[in-house]
């Protein structure tokens, strides 16, 4: 099997440096030695980082209880629950069981659909969700998706953070930008500065996640106004992965929301001039670094999601932005509509206000994950 080092090393010798976003894909994605693509790399104690799924089944049962919410008071037939980027399947898992066990019917009515195009995640999703293997499909690409599109909920959990990422910096003397490459130096890895293309960038082929737009195509849509603060040197990341992945799942949807919950900013905050450095980091048994050039393949790699990019794009597909805030109030909402008489969570134990405070408290997980849902409320033609 060959290791991303040795793609990344082959390539960067063929055209002289290579794009973060190209070196963020192969050591996350390159298959079956990938980070994500080695089966051991689970998130929670063992692993290198833990997320909303780790704190426990509650957090699983809180968006069931919203999605059927949804569901049921737009009246949406033959409904369709979407999720991408599954990791192990423990969220589907816990989705499915709440709705078998409080929304019988709906559940007896709904699918649910999973799209992910690694073969090992596949199959470990499949040997976890065995008790639900009727209810549950899987799709390798937006390709693939029937042609009457999804209608009901579509939704990420702690997706786009992990997508490629072009690293940029901005030079205040000629108030233009440059984006840091990836080269190699007495065979060691290194920074080394670029123009920003308008065009696809080396090391990108067809295969690559990032997406058709250029890194320049979206910093130029930034206020003038916040750029004239920037110091010299300031230094960020920009998605085009993420913004193409948002604008194909609004494609997709008929009638619905499409949701994300991820750690993330809005362009004033991302672009904020304290935030010299930007928010790409590593991980690597909780702890996080900031060498992002080490240990290929063996450390994870994440950047924050900007929000208003994805804003936007939805926007500009015809959806309507329905809920921009923090994971602490969007699931302090979902818990006030089931006190106000909407059946279905049980019992306050101890152990659900244990994992409640840790999704929702502001030192945990509650106010660095932030939730988008935008809507479209009528359906389309099909495509």
């Known amino acids: 099997m060959t290791e991303p080092c040795e793609i990344i090393h082959r390539e960067i010798e063929e055209h002289g440096s290579i794009s973060f ?29 833990y997320t ?28 369709r629950l979407f999720e991408a980027g599954a990791h192990d399947g423990r969220l589907a898992l816990d989705i499915l069981n709440w709705l078998s066990s409080h929304r019988s019917e709906l559940f007896k009515e709904t699918e649910y659909w999973i799209l992910e195009p690694s073969i090992r995640r596949q199959q470990s999703q499949r040997e976890n969700l065995g008790c639900f293997e009727d209810n549950v499909l899987w799709f390798r690409s937006w390709e693939s998706l029937p042609a009457t599109g999804i ?4 939704f990420s959990n702690e997706l786009l953070d992990a997508m490629p990422v072009h690293r940029v910096g901005w030079n205040a003397g000629e108030k233009c930008w440059f984006e840091w490459n990836v080269a190699l130096e007495e065979k060691q890895l290194v920074w080394r500065r670029s123009r920003v293309e308008s065009g696809t960038d080396h ?13 320049l195509d979206m910093l130029r849509r930034l206020n003038p106004q916040l750029l004239a603060v920037l110091p010299d040197g300031f230094t960020t990341e920009i998605c085009p992965a993420a913004a193409h ?13 499409l949701l994300t919950i991820d750690y993330g900013l809005s362009d004033d905050e991302f672009f904020s001039p304290h935030r010299v450095n930007g928010t790409l980091r590593a991980y690597h048994r909780h702890r996080p670094g900031d060498d992002v050039l080490a240990n290929i393949g063996r450390q994870d790699l994440t950047a924050h999601v900007n929000f208003s990019s994805l804003i936007e794009a939805g926007e500009a597909a015809g959806l309507q932005t329905e ?21 279905g969570l049980g019992e306050w134990t101890s152990a659900r206000a244990r994992q409640f405070q840790t999704l929702t408290h502001p030192a945990h997980l509650g106010r660095s994950f932030k939730v988008l849902v935008q809507r479209r409320r009528a359906c389309r033609p099909t495509r």
């Open 21 to 49: 976003a190209r070196f963020m894909e192969l050591s996350l994605y390159c298959p079956e030695t990938g980070y994500y693509e080695r089966l051991g790399n689970t998130p929670g104690a063992r692993g290198d980082f």
């Open 151 to 154: 209608h009901g909920v579509m």
């Open 52 to 79: 909303n799924v780790s704190v426990g089944g509650f957090f699983g049962e809180l968006l069931a209880f919203q999605f059927a919410n949804w569901i049921e008071e737009g009246r949406i037939e033959k409904p």
């Open 203 to 215: 090391g990108s082929s067809a295969k690559c996640v990032t997406g058709t737009d250029a890194p």
């Open 245 to 257: 992945w948002w604008r194909q799942a609004a494609s997709a949807l008929q009638q619905g929301r």
């Open 323 to 343: 809920r921009f805030c923090s994971q602490a109030e969007f699931l302090t909402e979902v818990v006030g509509t089931a006190w106000r008489g909407k059946p």
